[in-house]
């Protein structure tokens, strides 16, 4: 069975840091593209940050240079590092993973990150 298990959401002052995990299990974990998506009230959800096989990043315009998306294959988990964070950021973040197959993919059940003074 497999399962993505997101952690490390919660509240933030505006200018803050956060750090998310997604713990993945039954998946050859090294084998699939990792990203984080979010989804803000009333707005489409939106990737973040991916990562592919090899480790490198790719990040939407409104977070580059404010967060690094990170895996450690040895512990099954992607990492979201969130710096400078602001209203905009809030939202509920997923986690993805994309196999070789388009076909093959699943989310975690996503962790919430409120951005409030």
């Known amino acids: 069975q497999v399962q993505l298990v997101e952690s490390g959401g919660g509240l933030v002052q505006p200018g803050g840091s956060l750090r998310l995990s997604c713990a993945a299990s039954g998946i050859m974990f090294s084998l699939f593209r990792m990203a984080w998506y979010r989804q803000a009230p009333g707005s489409q959800r939106e990737m973040v940050a991916d990562?592919?096989?090899?480790?490198?990043?790719t990040y939407v315009d409104t977070v580059k240079g404010r967060f690094t998306i990170s895996r450690d294959n040895a512990k099954n988990t992607v990492y979201l590092e969130m710096n400078s964070v602001n209203y905009e950021d809030t939202a509920v973040y997923y986690c993805y993973a994309q196999g070789m197959s388009s076909s093959i993919n699943y989310w975690g059940k996503g962790a919430l990150v409120t951005v409030s003074s």
């Open positions: 990562i592919d096989l090899g480790g490198r990043p």
